[in-house]
């Protein structure tokens, strides 16, 4: 079934769907709009399996613009607003989008690196016109075509690109549904950027059951997330580790009453258990899900059912209904209880691949079968606990960050003879950026001037935190650096001086 | 002379955007939608003016009409300061 169709079959058309800078939407204006959009981008020329982006804040027009790109066949292209131009240019180029839905509000600046042909939020009324293109526009030729393409970390010379399918949608929301035990009663803060899988999945799963999102694009200032959330008695909450910890510790948070908060989620990296005993204790009457998941697996893999929290603390859980979820060695096969292994993921929600990237999809899914690259332990029980992982990326105030992308920028600094960058536990950011490097002999260059180049080059969240200057690295026999080594130095070092 | 829009647009632009070309916006352009101020530089603007001004500024005040934009900002710690800061 066309993700489109799926989103919207159960929503009432009176309900309210949406609440968005004060203003409310029900399910039949976003029909609506999504059907004025899907005229407009046809006339744009779309075909199916046409890229098309989508360039907006969370907002009515996002939500609309999603639907109408995947009920007319065409595959959608998230953009993070926050992007470099540069970045979003290449990245346009790469995924093939000539046409994209844009906010007008960022048309200065990505005037340079946007498509030719542009549907902004300046739209023109609905007319019935709309609703009789939507109801005889094609049914999907089968649900594996791509329904949207995420974009995660990369380099723009290796972009991981993740193709998802309408199947790939619906099975993912249906699963999480059946975890969380959704009903149309919800009513979901968004803090998170639709253009981010979590954030999608929140979606994706509200407008299925045919409950409401309340979006709240000010999480700068936590007072108005948590003020909204109160005057419009949420039910629901989801946040990456980083927002947590500005709830509880930057926030009123924990002394405000929330009495209609009850399902609070977490994914997007792991939050220390200091900070789960605190959510515990502030909302004892809320169910806390901590979840653990991949955009290359929709949104979800896992979860930790609310009435094991305590007793299994620091696990993500089980796999999710639909999902199969293995610990496995380097044989391929299940480790011992206690054993070090890698987490693989068989299920509808599993991605085809990347897009155009041959070789980092056969890397990363066998045989239909999803390498997380995360390294887990199982106790008895069979429950998951991440140890480490094997990819090279950070998790950065909810940003999946490539390393290779940030040492290949600092490396432009010709007196720079290496670079390597890991991650290293921040109650902040969840991951700090940590970069080694080993200058040129004689050079003068500087850590302050090492910081400046980043800041020059690459998106806020990307900048180091700290820019180390080193000797060496250590390295394997083949020459390679070894990260896992540095991130055992570094850690050392982090407790040596605690 | 406006000295605290001043103080704050020199912050600003120093220590969040690190422009070497001055802050760039005019005094009522607002942080969050010009993307000025992002959660991690609103940490740091919020340490700055409580060690700047000698205010203890409380999770209720972390709001848009007291913190988005210089002149917001500006007007905040006049009413808040206990020091005389030249209006």
Redesign the interface.
Known sequence: MNVADYLLECGEDERVALVADRSHSTYLDIKKKAATLAREILEGGAQPGDAVGLLASNSLFWIAGYLAIMKLGCVAVPFNPAAMPAELSAMVGFTGCQLMCLQRRYLRRFSEALPGDLISDDMPAYSDQDAALWNNLPELESDEQDAALMLTSGTTSSPRVVRVTHKNINANTDSIIACLDLTEAERIMVVLPFYYCFGTSLLHTHLRVGGSLVLCNSFVYPQTALDLMDAENCTGFAGVPSMYQTLLRDSAFPRREFPHLRKIQQAGGKLPPILIQELVECRPNAQIYIMYGQTEATARLSILPPELLRSKLGSVGHGIPGTKLQVVGESGEDVAPGEVGEIIARGDNISPGYLNNEEATSKKFVNGTLRTGDLATVDADGFIYIVDRTSDFIKSHGYRVSSQQIEETILQITDLVAAAVIGEPDLAAGEAIIAYVVIRERSQVSPDEIHAHCRQNLPRYMWPKEVIVVDSLPKSAQGKIVKSALRERHNAELARAE | MNNMEEIIRTFIAEKIL?SGNGYGHPDDAS???E?I???????ELVMFVEETFGITVE??????DN??SVSKLAAYIRRRSPVPTGS
């Open positions: 690190f942080f969050l939608e993307g101020v992002d959660s991690m530089g609103i940490m999770d209720e005040e972390l709001v848009p913190f988005d």
